[in-house]
């Protein structure tokens, strides 16, 4: 299997890739990003054999198909190191967590008529309560075997506001040949967010408290990765949203959510999607690609609505900072979508050089319109309905109701981000088509809204309960590059 760049799109360019080559990198040369030179097809045969596999061996199915240069027997060895109850154990009281992702019917008589069922997908369970450990837990155990055989280290140099550092950090924490360098805005984070990186002890994990805010951290990670020397003497790499990787390893559970709501493979299934940055619901798309029957592809945004215009309008408007609002769903405050890039080649029949064009255009204009009208930049808007894609929107007075009438209707407390995905998924769930939620965050992560809302604190999974007292390890600085690469120097040695 080879990869190719969505601003090329052709294999026989200089960009084409294994997987183990992109493993490790993140853009393409050409700024574009990777994606299968083709979808690998899924047959009736295949998907009627994974009714009866675990979690682990599923992925080491589907991951087969995209990883061709690893060895089998390597790849099943590390799926089943990475999908194990242990790592997964956060599961609600009454969950087998050994499920890895279990399934929830909520209703199965939404709106009295009946036959409308809505479910929802646990995909939280993970070392840090969030959706991010189902690929970076696998990312930390395919980057320890790829640098292994290849004698070499790796410095992954990143930004977060919450989710991703802390995901990223549990799965790389005591890797050999890897440390972790995490910027955060100081004091900016919620307690329970920065307790969760901050207490961790591995010598090869360092936390950089930044005085400033997350754009400052973030614009210091393009600082740095735009010093090639720098970069390159120290080894420096990342995990963010856009690693295929990560999105391959999301693929997995789609079709694990398909294969437990459904009997028979003629059956369809539909998915929510809390969306901010793409990435879950382009693996959603990328498993459509490949012939599961998924119906509709629903990305549910917060009051951070980009993705919701597009789908609605076909115009694809970038926000600036003053137009990003900081919400109760913190995870889906974004201005632009980092993976959106790769829907779009293959809206446009992969034709790179208009992918080239239109994101061009983003930097220079702010964003291009597909909606057909006189003097737009094409008119693909006609044609998403082919690939699924729905949308809808919910706001902090949205959260609060849902999350309330999750809780009194099923008994279920819900995260805030869960609860934007119920939301816009009960606008949309059709008789006799399932309707799966991804459940993106526990309930104990975002507490302050749940507090909120029901009145009462969430449930903390065992081992969290004190959390925040603690001892924690973190470097506070000021939103100085220099200095930032000082750091890094002094405790790479290289
Ligand atoms: C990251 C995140 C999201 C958004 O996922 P994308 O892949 O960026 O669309 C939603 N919910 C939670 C809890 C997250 O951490």
Redesign the pocket.
């Given at each position: 299997m080879q990869y190719v760049s969505t601003r090329s799109g052709t294999v026989h360019s200089s960009a084409s890739q294994s997987f183990s080559e992109i493993l490790l990198g993140g853009l393409a040369p050409d700024g574009g990003l990777y994606l299968p030179a083709e979808y690998p097809q899924v047959t009736g045969e295949e998907l009627s054999a994974w009714r009866k596999l675990s979690y682990a061996d599923l992925a080491f199915e589907i991951l087969k198909k995209f990883a061709t240069d690893i060895p089998a027997a390597d790849l099943k060895a590390i799926t089943r190191k990475t999908y194990t109850a242990a790592v997964y154990r956060n599961a609600r009281a009454g969950d087998d967590a050994s499920q890895i992702t279990p399934l929830h019917v909520l209703d199965e008589q939404l709106g009295r008529g009946g036959g409308k069922t809505l479910m929802l997908q646990a995909l939280s369970n993970g070392p840090t309560l969030?959706?991010?450990d189902m690929a970076m837990q696998l990312l930390g155990n395919l980057f320890e075997y790829t640098l292994s055989k290849n004698n070499a280290e790796l410095n992954i140099f990143g930004a977060t506001s919450g989710?991703?550092g802390s995901a990223a950090e549990y799965a790389m924490r005591g890797k050999k040949g890897i440390r972790v360098f995490m910027l955060s805005p100081h004091k900016k984070m919620s307690a329970f967010q920065s307790a969760q990186m901050f207490s961790l002890q591995d010598p090869n994990i360092f936390n950089i408290a930044i005085v400033g805010v997350f754009d400052d951290c973030q614009d210091m990670v393009k600082a740095v990765s735009n010093d090639l020397e720098f970069k390159v003497r120290q080894k420096i790499g990342t995990v963010n949203?856009i690693n295929w990787a990560r999105v391959v390893a999301q693929v997995v559970y789609y079709f694990r959510g398909y294969l437990l709501a459904t009997t028979s493979n003629d059956q369809k299934v539909s998915f929510t999607?809390?969306?901010?940055?793409?990435?879950?619901?382009c693996a959603g798309h990328i498993a459509r690609m490949m012939g599961l029957p998924i119906d509709k592809l629903i990305a549910a945004t917060n009051e951070n609505d980009v993705l919701d215009e597009f789908f609605r309008t076909g115009v694809y408007r970038v926000r600036k900072s003053a137009e990003t609002y900081h919400t109760s769903?913190p995870?889906?405050d974004?201005s632009k979508?980092s993976?959106f890039e790769r829907f779009i080649f293959d809206l446009l029949d992969r034709d790179g050089d208009r992918v080239r064009a239109l994101f061009q255009k983003v930097e220079t204009h702010g964003g291009f319109d597909l909606s057909g009208k006189p003097g737009s930049d094409g008119d693909e808007f006609v044609k998403i309905a082919q690939y699924g894609f729905l949308s809808g929107k919910s706001t902090h007075q949205d959260r609060l109701d849902t999350i309330r009438e999750v809780q009194d209707e099923y008994d279920i407390t819900i995260?805030t981000?869960t609860a934007d995905g119920v939301k816009v998924a009960r606008e949309h769930v059709a008789p006799g088509v399932p309707m799966i939620v991804l459940e993106?965050?526990l309930a104990a992560k975002f507490n302050e809204t749940i507090l909120e809302a029901l009145g009462t604190d969430a449930e903390r999974p065992a081992g969290f309960e004190n959390i925040e007292d603690l001892p924690q390890h973190f470097e506070v600085m000021p939103a100085d590059v220099e200095l930032v690469k000082v750091f890094i120097a002094k405790h790479t040695g290289l």
């Amino acid at each position: 299997m080879q990869y190719v760049s969505t601003r090329s799109g052709t294999v026989h360019s200089s960009a084409s890739q294994s997987f183990s080559e992109i493993l490790l990198g993140g853009l393409a040369p050409d700024g574009g990003l990777y994606l299968p030179a083709e979808y690998p097809q899924v047959t009736g045969e295949e998907l009627s054999a994974w009714r009866k596999l675990s979690y682990a061996d599923l992925a080491f199915e589907i991951l087969k198909k995209f990883a061709t240069d690893i060895p089998a027997a390597d790849l099943k060895a590390i799926t089943r190191k990475t999908y194990t109850a242990a790592v997964y154990r956060n599961a609600r009281a009454g969950d087998d967590a050994s499920q890895i992702t279990p399934l929830h019917v909520l209703d199965e008589q939404l709106g009295r008529g009946g036959g409308k069922t809505l479910m929802l997908q646990a995909l939280s369970n993970g070392p840090t309560l969030a959706f991010k450990d189902m690929a970076m837990q696998l990312l930390g155990n395919l980057f320890e075997y790829t640098l292994s055989k290849n004698n070499a280290e790796l410095n992954i140099f990143g930004a977060t506001s919450g989710d991703t550092g802390s995901a990223a950090e549990y799965a790389m924490r005591g890797k050999k040949g890897i440390r972790v360098f995490m910027l955060s805005p100081h004091k900016k984070m919620s307690a329970f967010q920065s307790a969760q990186m901050f207490s961790l002890q591995d010598p090869n994990i360092f936390n950089i408290a930044i005085v400033g805010v997350f754009d400052d951290c973030q614009d210091m990670v393009k600082a740095v990765s735009n010093d090639l020397e720098f970069k390159v003497r120290q080894k420096i790499g990342t995990v963010n949203s856009i690693n295929w990787a990560r999105v391959v390893a999301q693929v997995v559970y789609y079709f694990r959510g398909y294969l437990l709501a459904t009997t028979s493979n003629d059956q369809k299934v539909s998915f929510t999607v809390p969306s901010g940055n793409f990435g879950n619901i382009c693996a959603g798309h990328i498993a459509r690609m490949m012939g599961l029957p998924i119906d509709k592809l629903i990305a549910a945004t917060n009051e951070n609505d980009v993705l919701d215009e597009f789908f609605r309008t076909g115009v694809y408007r970038v926000r600036k900072s003053a137009e990003t609002y900081h919400t109760s769903s913190p995870s889906m405050d974004i201005s632009k979508a980092s993976n959106f890039e790769r829907f779009i080649f293959d809206l446009l029949d992969r034709d790179g050089d208009r992918v080239r064009a239109l994101f061009q255009k983003v930097e220079t204009h702010g964003g291009f319109d597909l909606s057909g009208k006189p003097g737009s930049d094409g008119d693909e808007f006609v044609k998403i309905a082919q690939y699924g894609f729905l949308s809808g929107k919910s706001t902090h007075q949205d959260r609060l109701d849902t999350i309330r009438e999750v809780q009194d209707e099923y008994d279920i407390t819900i995260d805030t981000h869960t609860a934007d995905g119920v939301k816009v998924a009960r606008e949309h769930v059709a008789p006799g088509v399932p309707m799966i939620v991804l459940e993106t965050a526990l309930a104990a992560k975002f507490n302050e809204t749940i507090l909120e809302a029901l009145g009462t604190d969430a449930e903390r999974p065992a081992g969290f309960e004190n959390i925040e007292d603690l001892p924690q390890h973190f470097e506070v600085m000021p939103a100085d590059v220099e200095l930032v690469k000082v750091f890094i120097a002094k405790h790479t040695g290289l």
